[in-house]
């Protein structure tokens, strides 16, 4: 018997409530034939920056006052700038050309009962300087920071935490940890209407930064800044006027965007806050 007109509609509508819910979760995963590859979309959901592996280094320690800290990061003064005075300057092979500023690390003295504090205590410290080499001296003599040594050059107040001074140089055992810190990141911006300089601060998570974007709110699209030293990125492109939104990608591949964090009127040598890591 055929079947009744009404009946075929009804089917057929039934069949395209059903499918549609289908078709609309699938778009965002086809692309349109014709008009280029798939364009597979980045992550957003990457794990929190966990605790690495422990490794075994030495340290000594270097005096100064607040403002005489931040060396080769480009953080200046890092009691201003939230870092207080648990901070290192780190070896060439693990300062990475600035690429490791502002990266935690928890450590403690080791193997010494008569230089050591007792109980081992620990410290977490934030990577703001280099130690520099020294190629007139052998690593092992006098020059601590030289290549391939690891070694971590500590504030003498945080020093004085995990060991003594009589010590000077100690044997420590050392692991990177997650940075805590209070409030979101900080984009200090300086320079002028042609050239702008952007100091990427209180990072939390992995700490450190390996690249920043920017955008505005008018003709400018997401544009990546140049790393000019330590975590200071630089940028040519006009960003007077414009409302700015920043991206900033840590090492372990994780993400954070901080959206319209300035105004259209902001003025160089002010500090924006954006969003942090978690």
Known sequence: MPFPLRSLLGSIFLFFLTAIPFVHASWKHVALRGHGPLIKPEPHHRPKFVPGPLKQAHASFYEGGFGTFGGACGYEDIDRDAYGLDTAALSRVMFKNGETCGACYEIKCLNSSQMCKPGQPT????????????????????????PPREHFDLAESSYLKIAALKGGIVPVQYRRVPCKRQGGIRFTITGNPYYNLV??????GAGDVVRVQVKGDDKLKWTDLKRHWGQKWETDATLVGQALSFRVRAS???????????????????????????
């Open 252 to 278: 372990d591949g994780r993400y954070s965007a901080s959206w319209r964090v300035t105004p259209k009127n902001w003025q160089f040598g002010q500090t924006y806050q954006g969003k942090n890591f978690s």
């Open 199 to 204: 100091k990427v601060w209180n990072v939390g």
């Open 123 to 146: 410290i977490v410290v934030t990577a703001t300087n280099l130690c520099p080499p020294n190629y007139y001296q052998e690593s092992d003599n006098g020059r601590w920071c030289n």
